[in-house]
């Protein structure tokens, strides 16, 4: 059974960063790729960010990309760095994970088996 528990979320003013974590309880966590996604209320879920299983490709959505950095250690953590946040921002950050053989990191939910229940980052003034 997969585990994932996001934290580090929070209220940040705009322009600030935030650096959320994604500690998975797995046998072998290079295994799996790590992706990154964000619902806000009303909207859709969408892709933020990937990490592949050994970290060599690092897929961004257009909305963050120059902005938020991806990053994972071998044992059991990958990392959403976010920086010059802003509203749009706003929004529960889910961490999920996969170990199915693929070329690169799904940017679609449907790529994931593996959920965490979310940390909310709120960005206001």
């Known amino acids: 059974q997969v585990q994932l528990v996001e934290s580090g979320g929070g209220l940040v003013r705009p322009g600030g960063s935030l650096k959320l974590s994604c500690a998975a309880s797995?046998?072998?966590?290079?295994?799996?790729?790590i992706a990154w996604f964000r619902q806000a209320p009303g909207k859709e879920r969408e892709f933020v960010a990937a990490?592949?299983?050994?970290?060599?490709?690092t897929p961004f959505a257009d909305s963050v990309n120059g902005r938020f950095g991806v990053s994972r250690d071998y044992y059991s953590t990958a990392y959403l760095e976010m920086h010059s946040l802003n509203a749009e921002d706003t929004a529960n950050y889910y961490c999920?994970?996969?170990?199915?053989?693929?070329?690169?990191?799904?940017?679609?939910?449907?790529?994931?088996?593996?959920w965490g229940q979310g940390t909310q980052v709120t960005v206001s003034s």
């Open positions: 999920a994970a996969d170990d199915r053989a693929v070329q690169s990191p799904s940017p679609v939910a449907a790529g994931y088996t593996y």
């Open positions: 797995v046998r072998t966590f290079t295994i799996y790729d």
């Open positions: 990490i592949s299983r050994t970290g060599g490709a």
